[in-house]
Nanobody, 124 residues
Framework: QVQLVESGGGLVQAGDSLRLSCAAS????????MGWFRQAPGKEREFVAA????????DYADSVKGRFTLSTDNAKNTVYLQMKSLKPEDTAVYYC?????????????????WGQGTQVTVSS
């Protein structure tokens, strides 16, 4: 079974940067897709970004394009979400998710495994 653990969240001011990490175990990572979602209080979980472990697939939500960057470290079985120029509207619990096969999707239902979430709070 795939296990995902997010880390790196915290309290920052608008304009600051954070890097979230998602450490994965229990799967053949080259055949999987990793996604990031976020959920603010009172709102539905929304797609942020997705990347394949290999094959070059990558996708960003319009709200984060140009500010957030995905990357992978295969040696550490870890996916990173580098967040720059953070805005108060980025405040949410951020979740890492995994799916098979290695094709991106923006649908919550397309992902089978989820981490526990990490809180990101951006003050104005």
């Amino acid at each position: 079974q795939v296990q995902l653990v997010e880390s790196g969240g915290g309290l920052v001011q608008a304009g600051d940067s954070l890097r979230l990490s998602c450490a994965a175990s229990g799967s053949i990572f080259s055949r999987w897709t990793m996604g990031w979602f976020r959920q603010a209080p009172g709102k539905e979980r929304e797609f942020v970004a997705a990347i394949t472990w290999s094959g070059g697939g990558i996708d960003y939500a319009d709200s984060v394009k140009g500010r957030f960057t995905l990357s992978t470290d295969n040696a550490k079985n870890t996916v990173y979400l580098q967040m720059k120029s953070l805005k108060p509207e980025d405040t949410a619990v951020y979740y890492c998710a995994a799916r098979w096969p290695a094709t991106t999707t923006r649908l919550v239902s397309g992902y089978d495994y989820w981490g526990q979430g990490t809180q990101v709070t951006v003050s104005s």
